[in-house]
């Protein structure tokens, strides 16, 4: 990735990447597509997943793979906002802002 591209993304992460008491809390729009992954498009951090959505088990899926992809378990993370949405703000626990922007700038996808 060439430093202007990883200095865009960075942009992007941190746009949508807050600290609060509890945590770190993550601004992501969920969209179905043909393989789970994490995208940037626009200014947007947007999860795409084959799980229709709007049923419930997006919301499962989108926990599931921020657990694999970031190698934390399942319980340190929640969706406080949005649960019923395309949009979801979800709160991960016991990790830095920094330490998130650097495992998701690995795994994160361009549109």
């Known amino acids: 990735m060439s430093e202007d591209l990883r200095a865009r993304v960075f942009s992007v992460l941190r746009?949508?990447?807050?600290?609060?008491g509890e945590g770190t809390l993550v601004v992501i729009r969920v969209e179905e597509g043909d393989e789970e992954a994490?995208?940037?498009?626009?200014?947007?951090?947007v999860f795409k997943t084959p799980i229709k959505s709007l049923t419930g088990r997006e919301n499962a899926?989108?926990?599931s793979f921020l657990s694999r992809?970031?190698?934390?378990?399942?319980s340190k993370i929640d969706i406080v906002?949005?649960?019923?949405?395309?949009?979801?703000?979800?709160?991960i626990s016991d990790i830095d802002p920094d330490d998130l922007i650097t495992k998701l700038l690995r795994v994160v996808r361009l549109i």
Not at 38 to 45: G, K, Q, T
Not at 69 to 74: D, M, Q, R, V, Y
Request: aromatic letters at 6%; zero cysteines; proline letters at 3%.
């Open 15 to 20: 746009k949508n990447i807050n600290e609060s």
């Open 38 to 45: 994490l995208f940037i498009e626009s200014d947007e951090l």
């Open 61 to 63: 899926a989108l926990i």
């Open 69 to 74: 992809t970031l190698k934390i378990p399942s």
């Open 81 to 91: 906002y949005g649960v019923r949405e395309r949009v979801k703000r979800v709160l």
